[in-house]
Every structure is written in structure tokens, then in C-alpha cells.
């Protein structure tokens, strides 16, 4: 997302056009959700993706077309075995994907401060004209809700404005898309942008390194964590988004965390994962996970305890980390991690409480350090 935001505007700036393909609804079976996007460059080379498949390639082929007219359009695909998947088979749902064109500087302008705002982790919902036959409202037209207040493009209408303003909040709670028909017969399509997590791992050796790929990949902010310069370098980690070198525990204190936040503790060594629990286990991040040996969690948090930390934090921390795939190498112990990240991130993510008797501790078993 952030990169088809990005390129826009570069675009619009070099008097170029692209087209810039939105899922805005969908029924029955999809091979992708309200919000899916593709923008296709004047080189003809892709960002993003609609689903693949037939459906895919004749948005393409259309988006191509219309890019020549600079003209936005709705198109509607239903999935039958005219665009069934390219081995046959068929979804049966139905998919209107609008393909905007933007060309004006006030475009350019509205993706500049949508990222502005996305990056100052600004919840918001950016609204877009996708049909109409009224004179003063032209399809393709953005206006932008953020919840700090800032109200960003015009949709033509002010009644229309007004009547979106309404719906902001509920959209941005059940964070889906939805494409709204009004009476005036226009169709608006309202995306809600939620901020991207930031995930922040304590260690930079293995463990961390593989999971900093992986989680930007899985669209968090990574900062990255540890007391080694060696370790905590743009040439290991080049995909990070901020390296923080200093005494892991005073840093992750120091940091900023609240419900978007996620933390995961990998670092080299007992003493320094206590203490960059401690420093974490009574914020509000919305994750905090811990590697180790069960024998080494609970020498953990029985030290914690003992330093009047209260259980109830403590139950709060995935220990055992990660999902039980029976992960063994460094990469398969990321895997494991992040994707219990998504759980969680997708809210289906139940915690798992830790509880000093072994006999009632989780099935799941701890991974054991690789560091």
C-alpha cells in the first residue's frame, strides 16, 4: 500500500499516468477482499495485486486501455468459467474493481498528506467517488477522513461530505471496506487506513534478523534493538525501518509502545531477555513475546515476580513464543513467530498464560534459543 501511495505522486509530478486499480466490492467466493490494489506503471509493470487469474489480467487489459483515454471507470467481473482461475477453476462471486486514473496536482497532493498521515500513525478513511451522474460530484474524486481531524480533498458535495462524516467512526471500528450507494444514485467507496504496527524485536542475531525481514514483508514497522553495533547494522538488517544501538533494556524502556505495538524479545542470553521483559511486561503493547527454554521462562518470571511484577502482566507474555509448527532451524523459528503475530494482529490470537506449576503449563512447547 504505502508504495502504491508513494508512486502516485511521482507519476502525477512527471506528467505520467498510471492506473491505479481498487477492489470495491465483492460477493460470494473472491480471490481477494474490498481494498485489494494494483497500480499498473507507464512501463506497464505492476505493484500490488487484484488476486491474479483471468480476472486480473482483464482489469489489466482494461486499466491499460483506459490509461490511453485518462478517463476512471467501474468494472464488474462475475466469476464464472468466463474468469475462472487460469487451471479451471471457478470462484463464483462477483467483483467490481474501480480503476482510477490520477493525473491533477490536487491528486498528487491528497496521496502526499495520506502518507504524512499514515506514517504519523493517524487512523483514516479516504473516500472515493466510484459512480455518478451528478455535474458537481465526478467520479474518481477523494476526500480523506482522519481522525485527528484533518479533512483533506473534496467529494463535490458538501451533504454528501456531511453524510460520510456520520459513518467514519464505524468504519474505521469494524476496519472494512465498504461501498456505499447513496440516493442521489453515486457510489462511494470508503477504505478505512488503519496505522501499521510497529514491531520491535530486542536482539539482532539470528532469530531477530530473520524475523526483521519477515515482518516488513508482512507490512509492520520494524525497529530493531541491541548493544552490539556489530549486530544492529544496516548491512545485516537492510530492511529495518530504525536500528536503536544502546543497552537493551534502557532502550526498550525508553521506546514509545501502545496497542500497535508488538514486541518480541530474541536476544543473546538470560540476563538480558529478564531484563528486557521487565522494561516491557507492564506497557501497553499489544504483544510481548519471549524465546527460551520452558526452564529458563520460568527462572524468568519467578525472578520478575520476585520483584513484584504481577502475575496478571506476566499472563499477558507469549511463552512459549510463536505457533507449535515444530520449528527447528533459525528461519522456521521466524516463521513460527510471525505468524503468531498475524493471529494476534487479525484478532484471532487467544494469549496463552504461563503458570509456575508444570503441570498446568501449555501443551505448546517452548522453542528452545538458536542464538
Known sequence: MREIYKKIPQLIESDQYGAYCTVVETKGSTPQKP???????????NIGTLGGGCVEAEARRQAIGLMQEGEPRLLEFQLDSDYGWDDGLICGGNMKIFIDIPKSTNEAEIYLQLQQLNYAKVPLVCATVVESDQQNVQVGMKRVYATNGDRIGTLGNTTLEEDIEKKISEVLEQ??????????????????LQPRPTLLIAGAGHVGQALCRLGTWLDFDVTIVDDRADFASTERLPE????????????????????????????????????????????????????GSRRKIKLIFDDLQDEGVPIEKLKRVYAPIGLHINSKTVPEIAVSIASQLIQIRNGDGKGQSFD????????IRFLEKSE
Open 35 to 45: 481494498g485489494s490494489k494494483l497500480l499498473i506503471l507507464p512501463n506497464l509493470k
Open 175 to 192: 476496519n472494512q471496506a465498504e461501498l456505499i450507494q447513496t440516493e442521489d444514485k453515486m457510489s462511494v467507496f470508503l477504505e478505512p
Open 240 to 291: 529495518a525501518d530504525e536500528i536503536i544501538i544502546g543497552d537493551i533494556a534502557e532502550e526498550l524502556g525508553k521506546y514509545p509502545k501502545n496497542h500497535l505495538t508488538y514486541v518480541v524479545i530474541v536476544t543473546r542470553g538470560h540476563q538480558h531477555d529478564e531484563s528486557a521483559l521487565h522494561s516491557v511486561v507492564e506497557s501497553d503493547a499489544r504483544y510481548i513475546g519471549l524465546i
Open 356 to 363: 509456575e506449576k508444570p503441570s498446568n503449563m501449555p501443551t
